[in-house]
């Protein structure tokens, strides 16, 4: 079994960056292709980004392309989202999980293990 524990977000102004964190215990996380994932109030939870298990492959929504950063350490099992230049639009909590199925990587459907989320505000 894995555990996810997300850490980092706040309340940041428009402009101003936070980097996100995803520790995971139990089960080798490395093992894991790793995606981000955010859910504002009344919608649907939208796809960030994910990192392969080697942290050699990543892949972008295009509304965060250019201003976030996924990456990972195995020896601490954990993954980071860089997030900078940040808009008030990237106001959500932010979930990581491990993907377990491999059809489309911007379902959260194939992902599992998921953490609590971690709020991110950013305010204009």
């Known amino acids: 079994q894995v555990r996810v524990v997300e850490s980092g977000g706040g309340l940041v102004q428009a402009g101003g960056s936070l980097r996100l964190s995803c520790a995971a215990s139990?089960?080798?996380?490395?093992?894991?292709?790793t995606g981000w994932f955010r859910q504002a109030p009344g919608k649907e939870r939208e796809f960030v980004a994910v990192?392969?298990?080697?942290?050699?492959?990543?892949a972008y929504a295009d509304s965060v392309k250019g201003r976030f950063t996924i990456g990972r350490d195995n020896a601490k099992n954990t993954v980071y989202l860089q997030m900078n230049s940040l808009k008030p639009e990237d106001t959500a909590v932010y979930y990581c999980?491990?993907?377990?199925?491999?059809?489309?990587?911007?379902?959260?459907?194939?992902?599992?293990?998921w953490g609590q989320g971690t709020q991110v505000t950013v305010s204009s």
């Open positions: 990192v392969g298990w080697s942290d050699s492959s990543t």
């Open positions: 139990g089960r080798t996380f490395s093992s894991y292709a």
């Open positions: 999980a491990a993907r377990i199925k491999f059809s489309d990587y911007t379902d959260p459907t194939e992902y599992g293990y």
